[in-house]
């Protein structure tokens, strides 16, 4: 091998300024990573003022005597002992269930049997447009609404009236558990739609192909629903009932606008509860009491379901 050869093989030094340039590199790198975490403060302390210290504070007011004016009196456990024990809350609870089990059922089967019957229609976008609307309504709104309609000579009466059905003068909303299952139903009005629109984009998600298959097979109807569709339609069958049941536990604008809770507490909710106890009736230790045991058991139930889902065998 020649002197050239060897010359052209050996590498020259690095230029002392090329050097020079990885350690600032280096060391702008750990700077940076040292800083990154102070970007997150503003959001973390913005976090901390508008959840975590509201939820301590109302945790600590639980268990205090608290009009609001007054500095809060440590009481222990006596707003708990007199919530389980009172039978107007007792009641709220059943109420509140009762809007669970209404709230997954009826919105949640009505959203299925849209979605299933319009996707693939020719008009299908406009077949579902009018479940969709009601959703843009607020709550309020649809208790406005549906209370003309179930009065006792309201829209309802006068058509069950029209067509020679009992029922034209009937209070509907005048005793409960009907009252409640009533509301339930104008619920429903509102969000089968929106639950509709969630089940089309899980339809949307299923691949054609196995469907082409399927229907080649002689699979129609209810046979391609119950095996072919409804299994690809459970991640996004678990969202829509973890949602229904987070908004049922905290139903509150519709009863309220409906029947303020009546006649007396037959209609009320857990949310309704709290807030006369704490904004009606001035007593923030109770109406703490019930917040933070409606929180426990939003929370408590989103995680069972949740585990549940996940630990299913699919």
């Known amino acids: 091998m020649g002197q050239a050869e060897v010359t052209s093989t050996i590498q020259p030094p690095a230029p002392a300024k090329q050097r020079a340039g990885a350690a600032p590199a280096s060391t702008s790198a750990r700077t940076g990573a040292r800083v990154a975490p102070l970007f997150g403060v503003p959001a973390v302390a913005v976090v901390a003022l508008l959840l975590y210290l509201p939820f301590l504070w109302t945790t600590y007011v639980s268990f205090t005597d608290y009009d609001g004016l007054a500095s809060p009196v440590w009481s222990g456990l006596a707003n708990y002992q007199a919530m389980f024990s009172d039978p107007d809350l007792v009641g709220a609870l059943v109420n509140t269930l009762l809007w669970v089990v209404g709230m997954v059922s009826l919105p949640v089967v009505l959203g299925l049997l849209v979605a299933v019957l319009t996707y693939g229609h020719k008009w299908g976008t406009w077949l579902r447009l009018p479940f969709l609307l009601p959703y843009a309504i607020s709550g309020v709104a649809v208790g406005v609404i549906w209370g003309f309609v179930l009065q006792p ?3 309802l009466g006068q058509a069950l009236g029209f067509f020679g059905l009992p029922g034209e003068h009937t209070g509907w909303l005048q005793a409960g558990p009907g009252n409640t299952l009533m509301m339930i139903v104008a619920v429903t009005w509102q969000a089968a ?13 299923i691949p054609a192909e196995p469907l082409e298959a399927a229907r080649l097979d002689g699979a129609e109807g209810l046979r391609l629903f119950s095996h072919h569709l409804w299994p690809q339609l459970r991640p996004i069958t678990t969202v829509v009932i973890g949602l229904s049941i987070v908004g049922s536990l905290k139903t509150f604008d519709v009863v309220w606008v409906m029947t303020q809770g009546g006649p007396g507490t037959s209609s009320e909710t857990l949310a309704l509860s709290m807030y006369k106890e704490t904004f009606v009736l001035n007593d923030y230790g109770q109406g703490s009491a019930i ?3 409606l929180s426990l058991v939003t929370f ?15």
Do not use: H, M, T, W
């Open 291 to 293: 917040a933070l045991f």
């Open 300 to 314: 408590a139930a989103s995680i069972l379901y949740l585990r549940y889902q996940l630990g299913e065998p699919k």
């Open 193 to 205: 739609g929106v639950n509709a629109l969630l089940f089309v984009v899980g339809l949307q998600s």
């Open 153 to 155: 000579d309201g829209a």
